[in-house]
C-alpha cells in the first residue's frame, strides 16, 4: 500500500502523482500543510518538506525526484515502452538535468512564490507568515515565468517530448509546475504556441484528469483551466 504525504499546489507533489498515474499506481492521499509542522508528520519527515511517500508502513521516502527514483526501480523498471526514464546514461542525465529545472530551478524563481503569495498566505496565520502578499516578490517571479515558458516552447519545438523522443521525467516535472501557475491564471499561452500544444497533450492523459476536477478553497481556478483545446 502506497501513502503520499502532499499538497495540491505542490508542484513537487503533484509530479509525484503523475508519475504514478502514469504507472498505474493508486495511493491514498494525505493533504499536509507544511507550514503546521504537524507532530505526526515531523515524526517522518524533521523537514517538513512534500512530497513523502510510505510504502508498506515502510521508511519515508522524500523528496519529489527521489520518490520518482524509487518509483522508476521498483515499476517503472518492469513497465518496458511505458518507462519513464531511458535506458542510455546521456538520455537519463537530460531526463535529471530537465527534472531538476523544474522542479528546482523553476521552483526557487517562480512556482514556490506565486503559491506562497496567493495561495498558502491566505491559509497561514500571523505567525506563521501569513498576511498580505508581496508585491514585489509577484512581480519578480512573473518576469521570470516569461523566460522559463519560452525554455518550454524551445523544448517544445526542438523535440518530440521536452527531453527527446519519448515522454519522460521530464515532460511530468514540466507539466506539475505549469499547471499549477495555469491554475493560477499566470500563464500567458498566445505567447507561446509550441508551449500551449504541448501543455495540450499533457493535460490530455489520463494521469492529469485528477488535477483538472481538483480546486483550492477560496482560489478558483482560471476560466480554461479543466479544458482541454482553450
Known amino acids: 500500500m502506497l501513502i503520499l504525504h502532499h499538497h495540491p499546489m505542490s508542484a513537487a507533489s503533484r509530479f509525484v502523482r503523475l508519475v504514478l498515474g502514469e504507472y498505474g ?3 491514498e492521499l494525505v493533504e499536509e500543510r507544511p ?3 504537524r507532530p505526526e508528520f515531523l515524526a517522518l519527515n524533521p523537514a517538513a518538506t512534500l512530497p513523502l511517500l510510505v510504502e508498506d508502513q515502510g521508511a519515508p521516502i522524500v523528496g519529489g525526484t527521489v520518490v520518482a527514483e524509487y518509483l522508476d526501480e521498483t515499476r517503472g523498471a518492469f513497465q518496458r515502452e511505458r518507462r519513464l526514464f531511458a535506458e542510455k546514461p546521456a538520455e537519463r542525465a537530460e ?3 530537465l527534472t531538476e529545472w523544474f522542479l528546482g530551478k523553476m521552483d526557487a524563481e517562480v512556482t514556490r512564490y506565486l503559491v506562497r503569495e496567493r495561495v498558502f498566505k ?3 496565520r500571523a505567525n506563521e507568515g501569513g498576511g498580505a502578499p508581496d508585491a514585489s516578490a509577484i512581480r519578480a517571479a512573473r518576469t521570470n515565468l516569461k523566460n522559463h515558458m519560452r525554455y518550454v516552447g524551445w523544448l517544445a519545438e526542438s523535440r518530440n517530448w521536452l527531453s527527446g523522443p ?3 521525467y521530464a515532460d511530468l516535472a514540466a507539466a506539475s509546475a505549469v499547471s499549477i501557475l495555469d491554475y493560477l491564471g499566470e500563464v500567458a499561452w498566445d505567447e507561446e504556441p509550441a508551449a500551449k500544444e504541448w501543455y495540450m497533450r499533457m493535460k490530455s492523459r489520463p494521469s492529469f484528469r485528477p488535477f483538472l476536477a481538483e480546486r483550492v478553497r477560496g482560489v478558483p481556478p482560471v476560466a480554461h483551466y479543466a479544458e482541454l483545446d482553450f
Do not use: C, P, Y
Request: no cysteine; proline share 0%.
Open 25 to 27: 499506481e493508486r495511493a
Open 122 to 124: 491566505r491559509e497561514m
Open 95 to 97: 531526463i535529471r538535468r
Open 166 to 168: 519519448k515522454l519522460s
Open 35 to 37: 507550514w503546521e509542522r
